[in-house]
């Protein structure tokens, strides 16, 4: 029962760290724990086993969140540059574009200009 609701609760966790700040932990937390302790009481475990289910319960929730906020924090740095012309969030966003994308006729997000591809120039 357990490593049921830890995986249910990683994967709530990471959902959680991929949109929303750390603050939300605080409720997400509560709502496990509470969830925990109903689930043990409604199928009569034992004390003990409650307290174990709800831990895991909330370290999964918790190291969710952190693997949530990583895979945030990785596809922010890849990402390509903005449609306004600013840099991405890190530099190896701003340096990974098409060749065609440095002689500026190319713009990020722009599909206007599919019709007269031309080849970059030497």
């Known amino acids: 029962m357990a490593f049921e609701l830890a995986i249910i609760g990683v994967v709530v966790g990471i959902v959680l760290g991929l949109r929303y700040k ?3 932990l605080v409720p997400a937390v509560l709502f496990a724990m509470i969830f925990a302790i109903i689930v043990g009481v409604a199928r009569a475990d034992s004390f003990w086993s409650i307290v174990l289910t709800t ?21 922010a740095s890849i990402r390509p540059p ?3 012309g600013s840099k991405s969030d890190s530099e190896i966003g701003y340096a990974w574009q098409h060749p065609w994308q440095e002689d500026g006729w190319a713009r990020s997000g722009s599909i206007v200009h599919l019709h007269r591809l031309r080849p970059p120039q030497a």
Do not use: S
Not at 55 to 75: P, S
């Open 22 to 24: 750390i603050l939300i």
């Open 55 to 75: 831990v895991a319960l909330v370290t999964a929730v918790q190291l969710g969140y952190l693997a949530g906020i990583v895979i945030h924090a990785a596809i």
């Open 82 to 84: 903005r449609k306004d």
